[in-house]
């Protein structure tokens, strides 16, 4: 039998994970005997930069936030895969330099469509 396929191989990473999982509990144990247990009404306010509460938190905000918020996540990890071709690209050749250029076109699509159905137009 090969000796990469027992169940002895995995041994040290369930040691590792006992060690990881006891050291959390551990921490998470010694932080709640530890720590203050003085509860007060002031100190279970909700604290937001030394300036005080005013109203209600619970109003509706505008979507065009999160779509916005949403849309650069998204645009910005698709920027990411340009790395490994900054690195690779005397190796990838032509071949790797038309997949880029594909990339990007089917990314300038996106762009456009999101353009287009107005997604980032602010007026109400």
């Known amino acids: ?9 995995y041994f040290p990473i369930g040691v590792q994970l006992l060690f990881a999982l ?3 509990v551990l921490v998470l144990g010694a932080t709640h005997l530890l720590g ?16 005080e509460s005013v109203g209600n938190a619970r109003h ?9 918020a ?13 790395y490994p071709y900054a690195v690779n690209f005397r190796e990838l050749g032509w071949s790797g330099f038309s997949e880029v250029l594909l990339f990007v076109a089917l990314f300038l699509v ?5 353009i ?9």
């Open 1 to 9: 039998m090969d000796a990469l396929n027992t169940s002895s191989s």
């Open 22 to 24: 006891g050291f959390v």
């Open 36 to 51: 203050p247990k003085r509860k007060t009404a002031e100190k279970l306010q909700n604290f937001e930069s030394g300036i």
């Open 60 to 68: 509706p905000m505008a979507i065009k936030y999160f779509l916005v």
């Open 70 to 82: 949403i849309l650069f996540v998204l645009f910005d990890v698709e920027v990411i895969f340009f």
């Open 110 to 114: 996106g762009f456009l469509y999101i």
């Open 116 to 124: 287009k159905k107005g997604a980032l137009r602010w007026e109400d």
